[in-house]
């Protein structure tokens, strides 16, 4: 009955005190939102390995995130990506395609790199440090000619120790999380352990740990003692670790996270500090990504409970910051919240195939997310791999790594697996040994309002037209690869400009000259393309201490809801008919419609209109526009492709000049031949010196000893950077077969809804 009493004595006080201190509430709550009001992604790179030997090259996908709508972020283009010397010098930085999302690609190991490098990823300038949403991970070069390291032994071990809230108090009840770790950072599971005073009298007992040698313990610090924590390792090792001494005055606070309904808080002081507290007000903030909600209290008492529905929590991650009455921090606790989490579960399985001799194959089974656009990327490697580093996941680095200093965890999705109230429980001691969150909240009070930076979408193109003439001005890039093209008036200096081009670099783009009419010719033109790549370094301090022209593509639905300009002078839908007709009509392999010419008089827009489409003409530019309509008010812009010069707009012509007509009902698109076809002599080539780098296809490095150590260890079995799941949820690869009994799958992805997906799982191909 007491701790009732006390609960409702706690709630009474927060009511009171809220009304009383709502200003320096709202200060909080609106430097806060300041601070997080840009969006910005976090990205993570699946490497296919972490350990590579010479002549191997890297290979990754790149998945971005938004953790503020849980959604994969699709606004950016551009990735940049870097490898690092071991001092943390630039060794080379290139320009990767982002697609919904998603980027892959590649990089060559020069024997002169050395032994340590650092691979960085990011989007672009970030807007503060706390958004810092890049990507850092240190990668080994393995000299298969040394002798193998045995990390089979370890006898080394340490322990780390971090109060909850960050603070010891002398005189309260006082909970510390810890984690034994061996020489090589991996943890160490106990038999038990216990709290010793100085002269060795036992002070808590029965202390346990998970597998990975976490767990908590909880005791009331008497003041001006010393305390021990004493471990017992399973090969009889004992190791101690002295407790920190606590401060004589404080409020700490400790957090019960395993109630289904409920977060339970107890705020303890002492008999130090209450006197010069008891009429202070003290804020606690639950908080992430801009959303903040403040309690406000007084302590009536040397401890006080208070009780938060889980409703008002965020799913994932939150953070709960407490202040005091001139918004000073004083503790802070992370917790995670499962409710609303989205997490995937993965099935793969060997499928048996006699038409495969020298290959097997995977199937991976999604069931849950049937019909959910879903990416993946998998590396598969030998199953006695030392390749690959378990610390950094899809799951580390998008729901709790932009949030922490530190986190590099070992096997995350152990504590996702078959959650429970035992699994809740160690991954919150987890999270209570990561100490504070990355907020800096001097910086965040201080700090001034930012612009919000755009989103990088491609590469700037500038360039000059030697032989401009008159009514000459207007410029056609064509990016063959993936036919991107691009329209930029030429001015009265001769220059013209393209933004957000996707071109790739060392490709040539096709450039022509058009005058008012769109009669075409071949320019003579110097151009650049700017990449923004831009030289940096690493900080290994701070790393260590941290575990249009307007492009239409010619398969693009433009949603037209507001014209162009005002004055757009609309044309009716017509049906042309002749006395002589010259047209033969007929169906192509690929269900288009072909319409072939010999003499025919009327316009292209006549004939775009009698073949079912809408058409306006737009005097600004001089344009006929080609449209279907779906629904009532909403019109889909038609591509009309002449002579390979992919627009939406066209200029008229006569249907004399016409040769064919290739079009697709009802969504187009439409092609026009004309019969005096333009001769290659229009058309001017250039290579670009800067660009996206060219997608290159997986392929495996020639072994000389599959089979042997080096191989098994730090060799690789194959690498799938783009696994699309089908909408009955299913994928499947297939893999070259090295005769190996056993292999291991480390699969990461994300869907379009959001859920992530993280695994790694041996398969036995016996």
């Known amino acids: 009955m007491q701790g009732k009493h006390l609960f409702i004595l706690v709630l009474f006080f927060f009511e009171i005190a809220f009304s009383q201190s709502k200003t320096t509430s709202l200060e909080l709550q609106n430097k806060y939102s300041n601070y997080n009001n840009y969006s910005s992604e976090s990205v993570f790179l699946h490497l296919n390995k972490t350990t590579f030997l010479k002549g191997e090259k890297i290979w990754f996908t790149a998945y971005l995130y938004n953790a503020k709508n849980g959604l994969p972020f699709k606004k950016a283009k551009n990735l940049y990506c870097g490898l690092y010397d071991s001092e943390g010098k630039q060794l080379i930085k290139s320009l990767f395609e982002i697609s919904d999302g998603i980027a892959r690609g590649n990089f060559g190991i020069k024997p002169e790199y050395g032994e340590t490098l650092y691979v960085k990823a990011h989007t672009g300038k970030m807007n503060n440090l706390y958004m810092d949403g890049s990507f850092i991970k240190k990668i080994k070069i393995y000299d298969d000619s040394k002798e193998p390291t045995d990390f089979s032994s370890s006898d080394e071990f340490n322990i780390h120790l971090l109060p909850e809230g960050g603070n010891l108090l002398q005189g309260a009840k006082n909970t510390i999380a810890f984690r034994v770790v061996n020489q090589y950072g991996m943890g160490v599971p106990i038999v038990e352990a216990k709290v010793v005073k100085k002269d060795g009298t036992p002070v808590v007992t029965g202390i346990v740990s998970n597998d990975y040698g976490i767990g908590k313990f909880s005791f009331d610090y008497k003041l001006d003692s010393n305390y021990t924590l004493v471990v017992k390792l399973p090969n009889e090792t004992t190791v101690t670790k002295s407790i920190p001494k ?182 919150d001691n987890l999270l209570m040994i990561q100490g504070w969150s990355k907020y800096d909240w001097e910086d965040m ?185 779906r629904g009532e008010q909403r019109k889909m812009f038609v591509p009309v492709i002449i002579d390979r010069v992919n627009d939406v707009g066209f200029f008229e012509m006569s249907l004399s000049q016409v040769d064919r007509i290739i079009y697709d009902k009802p969504v187009g698109p439409i092609i026009v031949i004309t019969k005096n076809s333009l001769p290659a002599e229009t058309m001017a080539n250039y290579i670009l010196k800067n660009g996206f780098e060219r997608p290159e296809e997986y392929y495996n490095p020639t072994y000389n000893n599959i089979g042997g150590q080096s191989y098994l260890r730090f060799g690789a079995v194959h690498w799938e950077p783009n696994l699309k799941i089908g909408p009955d949820g299913l994928g499947t690869i297939k893999i070259p077969d090295y005769g190996l009994k056993k292999i291991k799958l480390f699969i990461e992805g994300i869907s379009t809804d959001g859920t992530l997906f993280s695994e790694s799982k041996i398969l036995s191909l016996n």
């Open 445 to 629: 009070f201080t700090a001034k309002p930012t612009e919000e930076i755009l989103e990088e979408n491609g590469l700037q193109i500038q360039g000059t037209v030697k032989n401009i003439m008159k009514n000459k001005n207007r410029i056609l890039l064509i990016e063959p690869l993936k036919n991107n093209q691009y329209f930029a008036e030429v001015d009265g200096n001769k220059k013209f400009s393209v933004s957000n081009a996707l071109v790739f670099k060392d490709t040539p783009v096709q450039v022509m000259l058009f005058d008012q009419k769109g009669k075409p010719s071949k320019p003579d033109i110097e151009i650049t393309a700017f990449s923004g790549i831009e030289n940096d370094s690493l900080n290994l301090q701070k790393t260590q201490n941290i575990y249009e022209g307007v492009w239409i593509p010619q398969d693009t639905e433009i949603n037209s809801n507001s014209p162009r300009n005002k004055n757009l002078i609309m044309l009716d839908n017509v049906t042309v008919s002749s006395a002589k007709s010259s047209k033969k009509y007929s169906i192509l392999d690929n269900g288009m419609s072909l319409v072939e010419f010999e003499e025919e008089k009327g316009t292209l827009s006549n004939f775009v209109r009698k073949l079912g489409f809408y058409t306006y003409y737009d005097p600004e530019d001089g344009l006929i526009y080609a449209f279907y309509k």
């Open 246 to 427: 606590g401060e004589s005055k404080g409020i700490i606070f400790s957090v019960n996270n395993l109630i289904e309904k409920n977060l339970i808080l107890d705020f303890y002081t002492n008999t130090n500090t209450f006197s010069e507290i008891r009429d202070k007000i003290f804020y606690l903030a639950v908080h992430r990504d801009g959303l903040m909600a403040i309690n406000s209290f007084k302590l009536n008492e040397e401890r006080a409970t208070l009780n938060i529905n889980r409703e008002r929590l965020l799913p994932g991650i939150n953070i709960l910051s407490l202040f005091d009455e001139n918004l000073n921090p004083i503790a802070e606790r992370l917790l995670f919240n499962h409710n609303e989490v989205k997490l995937g579960k993965i099935h793969s399985t060997i499928v048996k195939d006699k038409d495969l001799k020298d290959s097997l194959s995977i199937q991976v089974d999604l069931d849950s997310k049937k019909g959910i656009p879903t990416n993946l990327s998998i590396s598969i490697l030998p199953s006695e791999t030392q390749a690959n580093s378990f610390f950094r996941s899809i799951l580390t680095d998008f729901l709790f790594k932009p949030y922490m200093n530190n986190f590099e965890v070992e096997d995350l999705p152990y504590y996702f697996e078959n959650v429970d109230r035992t699994r809740r429980f160690e991954l």
